[in-house]
């Protein structure tokens, strides 16, 4: 053989070679065996992976890897080495969620890559009975920012599956340029690869039905170094990628992109998965995977009820004597926070909020105070504005706050997803913790696992919440079927300021949903603090099971049991605290629904009370009930119901 034959023949030989190794599919198994993701690389060194669950695929083959600005790590790579599999277990405690006490375990495998220049990238996978996680490390020590321009992360659904998505409007857009807000009605059971009718393409948390399996996409621990990403407006196949922000998404001219030194970690991608809904609505993955909890509020700051007369009252009602009558609404109630909203350094004023600090903390009650994020990304003139942009005027502010006695602030109107915008926002978090100051945010991106890592996070707004159905009636008339959606999408994982529960009604509006479905939302809807959206006359002409009921909601919550349910219809769910159930029912359709009760979790001698509407669904009627056995309950047409297990 001549020695350019034998040349051309090694050259062979090493090709087969190096296509059998990126070929070479490399398996991880969740610890109950029926999660599977299937790794490899294509003969153009592409990073891939798959899920199957039970032995179907619900993810077919679905891209990875980054683009940076220095180097390419989408194409062209080689699989240097894999880590054994290996289990990661972790168990925290959360100041209020879904679950008081989680526990996380999974299995674990690195896939260690490298590029064409020999630049190494790690794509970390995680696997537990629940769902999938993975993420990128880039390990290298490098002293100057790199940029991530594109994350080609994907997830790669059959034709037949359907999406419950809620689109993205565009950046500085609406009212005032507020948008994105994360305020759009859910679209549901959309064939995949339809469109996002605007250019910011879908939010997360994103669901899918493919056969009888549910997947949840979402993601995790994003934090200052990382922007929030959003699906692909554009799914051709059913394949939806990872999507990062619009340019004008940051503040004034920092960056919108990822940019950062080395090594870095990218935020977890998060993929929820189930043969049922409930798999998926018992599901703590958005937590499990959150960065740790960066400091202790736990001696200062408890979760609550708060009265708030914005909601009905608007602009007008933020005035020295109706705030005082909210407090007095507040303290009556049992609650433990009143809100005073936007105005009122005009309208009250430094002095007098003083004096009802004062009057509050007689009563056992904290005030929380509004602010405007202010900044170039929107143009409303709402005040206080300019108090918190730079740390310097938010350290003077807070401290001015904490002086007065102050319990915590709501900060509303952000600019978006960008990552100068998500430093702001964790800037405001870490910063308010110092002055021990608990902060809700509004006109803002979702939580994204933040109630764990920041927990003085008590809550974020980014839903189409009670608020809206003052505006107009579309709004109330949409209001029944959007409440079912919400806790399988947007406050599957994270908390969320909806200001639910309005018994009495909205001046010139017609409310669809029954007082029963009001009271449900009291339970099915978590949050840190909860705002609820009733005045203090409407309180007080409710009938005396009704506000005995509503002075002893349980603020935070220990355990959750999924019940019955389909996104857009109805949502039956049970909450636990202490050796109480709470099982919590709404009807968002027109029609009578009668569901049976699996509550086989209760012991066999449990008793409770019901509370549902009457037949005219006008009014709520409180009765004894027996949780021997299987319970058939009818939802009135746009109805709810709440059960509450007696203590022994």
Same mark, same amino acid.
């Given at each position: 053989?001549?020695?350019?034959?034998?040349?051309?023949?090694?050259?062979?030989?090493?090709?087969?070679?190096?296509?059998?190794?990126?070929?070479?599919?490399?398996?991880?198994?969740?610890?109950?065996?029926?999660?599977?993701?299937?790794?490899?690389?294509?003969?153009?060194?592409?990073?891939?992976?798959?899920?199957?669950?039970?032995?179907?695929?619900?993810?077919?083959?679905?891209?990875?890897?980054?683009?940076?600005?220095?180097?390419?790590?989408?194409?062209?790579?080689?699989?240097?080495?894999?880590?054994?599999?290996?289990?990661?277990?972790?168990?925290?405690?959360?100041?209020?969620?879904?679950?008081?006490?989680?526990?996380?375990?999974?299995?674990?495998?690195?896939?260690?890559?490298?590029?064409?220049?020999?630049?190494?990238?790690?794509?970390?996978?995680?696997?537990?009975?629940?769902?999938?996680?993975?993420?990128?490390?880039?390990?290298?020590?490098?002293?100057?920012?790199?940029?991530?321009?594109?994350?080609?992360?994907?997830?790669?659904?059959?034709?037949?599956?359907?999406?419950?998505?809620?689109?993205?409007?565009?950046?500085?857009?609406?009212?005032?340029?507020?948008?994105?807000?994360?305020?759009?009605?859910?679209?549901?059971?959309?064939?995949?690869?339809?469109?996002?009718?605007?250019?910011?393409?879908?939010?997360?948390?994103?669901?899918?039905?493919?056969?009888?399996?549910?997947?949840?996409?979402?993601?995790?621990?994003?934090?200052?170094?990382?922007?929030?990403?959003?699906?692909?407006?554009?799914?051709?196949?059913?394949?939806?990628?990872?999507?990062?922000?619009?340019?004008?998404?940051?503040?004034?001219?920092?960056?919108?992109?990822?940019?950062?030194?080395?090594?870095?970690?990218?935020?977890?991608?998060?993929?929820?998965?189930?043969?049922?809904?409930?798999?998926?609505?018992?599901?703590?993955?958005?937590?499990?995977?959150?960065?740790?909890?960066?400091?202790?509020?736990?001696?200062?700051?408890?979760?609550?009820?708060?009265?708030?007369?914005?909601?009905?009252?608007?602009?007008?009602?933020?005035?020295?004597?109706?705030?005082?009558?909210?407090?007095?609404?507040?303290?009556?109630?049992?609650?433990?926070?009143?809100?005073?909203?936007?105005?009122?350094?005009?309208?009250?004023?430094?002095?007098?909020?003083?004096?009802?600090?004062?009057?509050?903390?007689?009563?056992?009650?904290?005030?929380?105070?509004?602010?405007?994020?202010?900044?170039?990304?929107?143009?409303?003139?709402?005040?206080?504005?300019?108090?918190?942009?730079?740390?310097?005027?938010?350290?003077?502010?807070?401290?001015? *706050?904490?002086?007065? @006695? !102050?319990?915590? /602030?709501?900060?509303?109107?952000? #600019?978006?997803?960008? =990552?100068?915008?998500?430093?702001?926002?964790?800037?405001?978090?870490?910063?308010?913790?110092?002055?021990?100051?608990?902060?809700?945010?509004?006109?803002?991106?979702?939580?994204?696992?933040?109630?764990?890592?920041?927990?003085?996070?008590?809550?974020?707004?980014?839903?189409?919440?009670?608020?809206?159905?003052?505006?107009?009636?579309?709004?109330?008339?949409?209001?029944?079927?959007?409440?079912?959606?919400?806790?399988?999408?947007?406050?599957?994982?994270?908390?969320?300021?909806?200001?639910?529960?309005?018994?009495?009604?909205?001046?010139?509006?017609?409310?669809?949903?029954?007082?029963?479905?009001?009271?449900?939302?009291?339970? *099915?809807?978590?949050? @840190? !603090?909860?705002? /609820?959206?009733?005045?203090?006359? #409407?309180?007080?002409? =409710?009938?005396?099971?009704?506000?005995?009921?509503?002075?002893?909601?349980?603020?935070?919550?220990?355990?959750?049991?999924?019940?019955?349910?389909?996104?857009?219809?109805?949502?039956?769910?049970?909450?636990?605290?202490?050796?109480?159930?709470?099982?919590?029912?709404?009807?968002?359709?027109?029609?009578?629904?009668?569901?049976?009760?699996?509550?086989?979790?209760?012991?066999?001698?449990?008793?409770?009370?019901?509370?549902?509407?009457?037949?005219d669904r006008k009014n709520l009627v409180k009765e004894n009930i027996l949780l021997s056995k299987p319970v058939n309950i009818t939802l009135q047409p746009y109805g709810g119901f709440v059960i509450k297990t007696l203590s022994k």
């Amino acid at each position: 053989m001549s020695n350019t034959k034998f040349f051309y023949w090694i050259l062979f030989i090493l090709a087969i070679s190096n296509n059998t190794l990126k070929a070479e599919i490399v398996t991880i198994k969740s610890p109950n065996q029926k999660i599977t993701v299937s790794f490899w690389c294509t003969p153009a060194g592409e990073p891939v992976y798959s899920v199957s669950l039970s032995g179907s695929i619900v993810l077919k083959q679905s891209q990875l890897g980054i683009i940076r600005s220095d180097e390419d790590f989408s194409k062209m790579l080689s699989i240097d080495s894999v880590s054994n599999e290996s289990v990661v277990s972790d168990e925290y405690t959360l100041l209020y969620g879904k679950r008081l006490k989680c526990h996380y375990l999974c299995h674990k495998r690195i896939f260690y890559l490298k590029n064409a220049d020999s630049k190494p990238m790690e794509i970390i996978f995680q696997v537990s009975d629940d769902g999938v996680a993975f993420r990128y490390h880039f390990p290298e020590k490098k002293d100057t920012f790199v940029k991530i321009f594109k994350e080609l992360s994907s997830f790669h659904f059959e034709l037949s599956t359907k999406a419950f998505l809620q689109p993205c409007p565009d950046a500085r857009t609406g009212w005032c340029f507020t948008q994105p807000s994360y305020e759009e009605y859910y679209q549901l059971e959309l064939p995949v690869g339809t469109a996002a009718p605007y250019q910011a393409g879908w939010v997360m948390p994103a669901l899918f039905k493919y056969e009888n399996f549910w997947i949840s996409i979402t993601e995790t621990a994003v934090d200052t170094n990382y922007c929030g990403s959003r699906l692909s407006q554009f799914s051709p196949d059913g394949e939806y990628v990872i999507q990062f922000p619009q340019p004008q998404e940051c503040c004034g001219n920092e960056p919108y992109l990822p940019e950062s030194i080395l090594p870095w970690y990218t935020p977890w991608r998060i993929i929820a998965v189930s043969e049922n809904l409930a798999g998926i609505v018992e599901s703590t993955l958005g937590t499990d995977l959150a960065i740790p909890a960066q400091y202790d509020v736990s001696s200062w700051l408890k979760p609550g009820i708060a009265s708030w007369s914005w909601v009905i009252l608007k602009d007008n009602a933020t005035v020295f004597e109706i705030q005082k009558k909210y407090i007095d609404f507040a303290a009556e109630m049992k609650w433990q926070y009143c809100l005073i909203d936007a105005l009122w350094d005009q309208q009250i004023g430094y002095d007098k909020i003083i004096e009802l600090v004062d009057y509050a903390k007689a009563k056992n009650i904290k005030i929380l105070l509004w602010y405007n994020s202010a900044g170039d990304w929107n143009t409303t003139n709402i005040t206080p504005r300019d108090k918190l942009l730079k740390k310097e005027s938010r350290a003077e502010e807070f401290q001015r *706050l904490k002086e007065m @006695g !102050i319990g915590g /602030i709501k900060v509303d109107f952000f #600019g978006g997803d960008g =990552q100068s915008m998500m430093k702001y926002y964790i800037g405001i978090l870490n910063d308010a913790a110092k002055y021990n100051l608990a902060v809700d945010f509004h006109g803002c991106t979702y939580p994204r696992g933040w109630q764990r890592t920041y927990p003085n996070l008590v809550s974020m707004e980014a839903i189409r919440g009670e608020e809206y159905v003052t505006f107009g009636q579309y709004f109330a008339d949409n209001q029944p079927w959007h409440c079912t959606v919400i806790p399988f999408t947007r406050n599957l994982f994270d908390p969320m300021d909806f200001t639910p529960v309005n018994f009495s009604g909205i001046p010139n509006i017609q409310r669809q949903t029954t007082k029963g479905f009001e009271i449900a939302l009291s339970v *099915l809807f978590t949050s @840190g !603090i909860q705002h /609820i959206a009733e005045t203090p006359e #409407g309180m007080a002409i =409710q009938d005396d099971f009704v506000k005995e009921y509503m002075s002893t909601i349980p603020t935070s919550w220990d355990d959750i049991k999924f019940i019955d349910g389909y996104p857009g219809k109805y949502v039956i769910i049970a909450r636990k605290k202490g050796n109480q159930w709470y099982v919590a029912g709404i009807n968002g359709e027109k029609s009578t629904r009668t569901v049976t009760l699996d509550i086989s979790f209760l012991p066999k001698t449990a008793k409770g009370i019901i509370i549902s509407d009457t037949k005219d669904r006008k009014n709520l009627v409180k009765e004894n009930i027996l949780l021997s056995k299987p319970v058939n309950i009818t939802l009135q047409p746009y109805g709810g119901f709440v059960i509450k297990t007696l203590s022994k």
